[in-house]
């Protein structure tokens, strides 16, 4: 084992995940100026309708409510801006849901663990704690102002399903999608679809003037109505992509009903609100409240903190790029084995330690029978399949390769990812029945496992997506 390969591959992750705290990121970048209390983002004011500034001078109440795997940390992070006295004056409360291990306990704002920690789907205490939410934000005037949560995982966190849909049926629809290797984006159109509160809705129920929405990206593109599935961005009409990309995955037709009959539902309703809004989420709602989107973080930010640790520890970089696209983790996983060797030539030739950055989310299509492991998790070991199995080759010396979740969590398992060095390639080149199985039934977990290849950082309390990184060093130890 070379050790200081690994000791630079967590280096960079504990920095990725740094950069993007959701404590730190709103306290760095919003503010409080002086004498009105004006509200500011990177140094501007933010304004929230007719060009008006956030004055908190002028603002009765102030509600926080939210969700996500960074939503305590945001919490933290306006708890310490507001300080004790603005906390009493504007009897700042609220509620914000999160999962298992993400919890804190603060002063004002009730941070509730609404769903296990490995099970990204909505729970009855979810629903029951997004009804609190609900309620909170109907109790407000206009004189008050409202500050809506919204992280990575939020789809799961926040969720009041129509009325004719019951939850259960509700979570195995998503698990049903989830599977399929389903784009993030139909997924959350379907979410919409089957939704009280997204596409707009926990927006739609606030009756304060103001209502500023903090965002914390896991989408690569930063879309704000695919984020959290846009609690608190307009609707957005995508029915007859919707159906023709549900005709193409093998879903059941108890799914297929469901979405059909919430479809029926939404061309019947009058109030909803078609989309008028930039994606930059400026709009108002029927109510009269003035919505505004900051976002304060995304996986392109973590993809630049990479750059700079791994710059520091003396790598060139060869590639540091945000995908805008999802990929099979099959093909992403291919596409980073024929990287890794390039830059292995590369770094013969020129005697420089080179680093490739990628930020991404891979999908899985996952079977039926299938292990236990994660999108991150697959990418490496279908690399590792393809260095050592298909091109018949040895696990280049002072080489590495991982991938890894930036919330600390990978598919239902408890590891963020996985990584292959040169050890970790030898345990594997030792079976390499279970190499190709487990990328058949997606059982990478415990193949990672039993070679010493899962990265290992609990619950991080951020999310931006996934970050994959390469490091090869032609130098001796």
Request: net charge neutral.
């Amino acid at each position: 084992m070379i050790q200081w390969q690994r000791d630079h591959l967590l280096s960079i992750v504990s920095a990725v995940t740094s950069a993007v705290d959701p404590y730190r990121l709103l306290t760095e970048r919003l503010a409080l100026e002086s004498p009105e209390d004006v509200l500011t983002f990177d140094g501007n004011p933010v304004f929230a309708g007719d060009n008006q500034s956030v004055e908190l001078k002028s603002i009765g109440k102030i509600l926080v409510v939210g969700g996500g795997k960074a939503a305590a940390g945001f919490a933290a992070g306006l708890e310490h801006l507001l300080g004790s006295s603005r906390l009493k004056k504007h009897n700042v409360h609220g509620l914000v849901s999160v999962p298992e291990g993400c919890g804190i306990p603060l002063d004002h704002i009730e941070v509730r663990e609404t769903r296990p920690h490995k099970h990204n789907l909505p729970t009855e205490a979810v629903v029951q704690a997004t009804h609190a939410m609900l309620e909170q934000l109907r109790n407000l005037t206009k004189d008050d102002l409202a500050f809506v949560l919204i992280t990575g995982g939020s789809s799961a966190l926040i969720e009041v399903p129509r009325a004719d849909i019951p939850l259960h049926s509700l979570a195995l629809l998503t698990q049903s999608l989830s599977n399929s290797g389903v784009d993030i984006k139909t997924l959350n159109d379907v979410r919409c679809l089957t939704s009280q509160v997204k596409a707009g809705g926990l927006a739609m129920a606030c009756t304060a003037g103001k209502l500023i929405v903090l965002v914390l990206s896991d989408v690569l593109n930063d879309s704000l109505p695919v984020i959290g599935s846009g609690p608190c961005m307009p609707r957005i009409h995508r029915l007859a992509t919707i159906n023709k990309k549900l005709f193409d995955l093998k879903i059941s037709k108890r799914d297929r009903d469901i979405v059909a009959q919430a479809e029926r539902a939404l061309k019947e309703e009058a109030s909803v609100v078609p989309c008028s809004a930039t994606n930059f989420g400026n709009w108002i709602t029927p109510q009269g409240c003035h919505v505004t989107h900051l976002t304060l973080g995304t996986n392109s930010l973590a993809v630049d903190a990479a750059a700079t640790t791994a710059t520091a520890l003396g790598y060139k970089i060869v590639s540091a790029t945000s995908n805008a696209h999802s990929d099979s983790a099959n093909t992403v996983g291919l596409r980073l084995a024929a990287s890794l060797n390039t830059m292995v030539t590369t770094g013969e030739t020129t005697n420089r330690p080179l680093c490739l950055l990628e930020g991404g989310e891979a999908t899985v299509n996952v079977p039926i029978g299938h292990g236990q492991g994660g999108r991150n998790q697959h990418t490496v070991v279908a690399a590792a399949n393809d260095i050592l199995m298909n091109q018949q080759k040895a696990w280049p010396t002072r080489a590495i390769l991982a991938s890894f979740g930036t919330d600390g969590e990978d598919g239902p398992t408890s590891s963020a990812g996985g990584f292959v060095d040169t050890d970790v390639a030898k345990s594997l080149a030792r079976h390499p029945n279970k190499i190709s199985e487990a990328i058949k039934r997606c059982n990478s977990y415990e193949l990672l496992k039993s070679a010493g290849g899962l990265i290992e950082t609990g619950p991080t309390g951020t999310n931006v997506a996934d970050v994959r990184i390469v490091l090869t060093n032609p130098k001796s130890d």
